[in-house]
């Protein structure tokens, strides 16, 4: 079963918006938590992650918002461009643990 | 820098035949992993390999075998292909004990007719 739910499906928002895809989880054991961009015909590639010590990481237009007790995670773009148009993963794995658990994928779409 | 590399890119099998896809990495990481992924489903693990000489099966083994060859090397094989393995398949890699960033390969797009 999907260890990681992510919604929604698919986001269009228009250029210089704000975008925001959701992840929750039920596995407390899990305590690293990336997200991936994946571009057409191209290998998903690390964004941004958070560990569970922090409730917010920010690089650059990238924000992770990180809720334990709630169990979720977000990924905020601001001021998104066409060239962030792309399908984001979260995911979510055991320190200790080899492999991550991915979330079915949001589809972004931004708009000039 | 080559990072994790996949081949093929593209293949074509009929139901029955059997194949294996190669990946090869040169960052030294010593986790490595095969997914694969289908439309509205994410990427799914079928394998990994936490160091050379190991390996376990993740979320979708049936259907395939592995090979942690070496270090660099960690191949997928399909023993009789079916339609339901029609897919595009990813190998990626990741530092000590699985930790930190896993780097993907370009992915194989693999069809069964």
């Known amino acids: 079963q999907q260890q990681v739910k992510q919604s929604p499906q698919s986001l269009i928002v228009q250029k210089g918006g704000i975008s925001i895809i959701n992840c929750a989880y039920e596995?407390?054991?899990?305590?690293?938590f990336p997200w991936y961009q994946q571009f057409p015909g191209k290998g998903p590639a690390l964004l941004i992650a958070?560990?569970?010590?922090?409730s917010e990481k920010k690089e650059g237009r990238f924000t992770i918002s990180f809720n334990k007790s709630a169990k979720q995670f977000s990924l905020h773009i601001m001021d998104s461009q066409p060239g962030d148009s792309a399908t984001y993963f979260c995911?979510?794995?055991?320190?200790?643990?080899?492999?991550?658990?991915f979330g079915k994928g949001t589809s972004l779409l931004v708009t000039p | 820098n080559a990072g994790v590399t996949q081949t093929p890119k593209f293949q074509v099998l009929k139901t029955g035949q059997s194949m294996t896809l190669q990946c090869a990495q040169d960052m030294n990481h010593n986790s490595m992993y095969w997914y694969r992924q289908d439309p509205g489903m994410g990427l799914r693990l079928i394998y990994y390999s936490a160091s050379e000489g190991t390996t376990d099966k993740g979320e979708v083994p049936n259907g395939y075998n592995v090979s942690r060859l070496n270090k660099r090397e960690f191949s997928l094989r399909l023993e009789s292909a079916a339609p339901s393995q029609t897919s595009v398949y990813f190998c990626a890699s990741s530092g000590d004990r699985g930790l930190g960033e896993a780097f993907f390969g370009q992915g194989t797009r693999l069809t069964v007719v």
């Open positions: 596995n407390t054991a899990f305590d690293y």
């Open positions: 958070i560990r569970p010590d922090v």
């Open positions: 995911a979510a794995s055991v320190n200790s643990g080899y492999a991550l658990n």
